[in-house]
T-cell receptor, first 110, second 112 residues
Framework: EDQVTQSPEALRLQEGESSSLNCSYT??????LFWYRQDPGKGPEFLFT???AGEEKEKERLKATLTKKESFLHITAPKPEDSATYLC???????????FGTGTRLKVLA | SQTIHQWPATLVQPVGSPLSLECTVE??????LYWYRQAAGRGLQLLFY??????ISSEVPQNLSASRPQDRQFILSSKKLLLSDSGFYLC???????????FGPGTRLTVL
């Protein structure tokens, strides 16, 4: 069964304290690994798509990486405005469905 | 550019009442469309997806239904709401067959 697991469930960082969020996946014939940011009461906001092991994408303080078994979202020198829930999802080859993890709730303290 | 709309933003309904949530997408043609439910502290549960007008795939047996009367319109319905239908409902679209999904702002449904 296809599965996406995120860890940790929650993370508290001091402003400027870099860290990484993990997304482990077992998705047959992965056709894309996706990262989203979700603020409370809002829809997820698309961040990155990764297709191949070794691929990296960056946006401001965020960098996403992909291996054959997991993806990491690295947050460098985070700011309080980076506080949100971060979701990852995988899409299986031959389907239109996306399998989501349960997210990591990030809190960055000033 | 593409935009996705959902309404209403919030809804409070009594048990046993009907439901209709609407989602529309602008700026693209023939999108794949999706309905998700997100319970508090949990991940996104896929409810329905559609790859074209009148084509609906159901992922979870329940008292909800979906329809796609127009290319960029997706409707989620129920004849009789249950308490367990409460949650945050999200509509999303993607380019047919490829790539990332883009989500609407969501509808917060409370069934009392």
């Amino acid at each position: 069964e296809d599965q996406v697991t995120q860890s940790p469930e929650a993370l508290r960082l001091q402003e400027g304290e870099s860290s990484s969020l993990n997304c482990s996946y077992t998705v047959s014939g992965l056709r894309g690994l996706f990262w989203y940011r979700q603020d409370p009461g809002k829809g997820p906001e698309f961040l990155f798509t990764l297709y191949s092991a070794g691929e990296e994408k960056e946006k401001e303080r965020l960098k996403a990486t992909l291996t054959k078994k997991e993806s990491f979202l690295h947050i460098t020198a985070p700011k309080p405005e980076d506080s949100a829930t971060y979701l990852c999802a995988g899409r299986r080859s031959g389907t239109y469905k996306y399998i989501f993890g349960t997210g990591t709730r990030l809190k960055v303290l000033a | 550019s593409q935009t996705i709309h959902q309404w209403p933003a919030t809804l409070v309904q009594p048990v046993g009442s009907p439901l209709s949530l609407e989602c529309t997408v602008e700026g693209t043609s023939n999108p794949n469309l999706y309905w998700y439910r997100q319970a508090a502290g949990r991940g996104l549960q896929l409810l329905f997806y559609s790859v074209g007008i009148g084509q609906i795939s159901s992922e979870v047996p329940q008292n909800l239904s979906a329809s796609r009367p127009q290319d960029r319109q997706f409707i989620l319905s129920s004849k009789k709401l249950l308490l367990s239908d409460s949650g945050f409902y999200l509509c999303a679209w993607s380019v047919a067959g490829v790539g990332e999904q883009f989500f609407g702002p969501g509808t917060r449904l409370t069934v009392l």
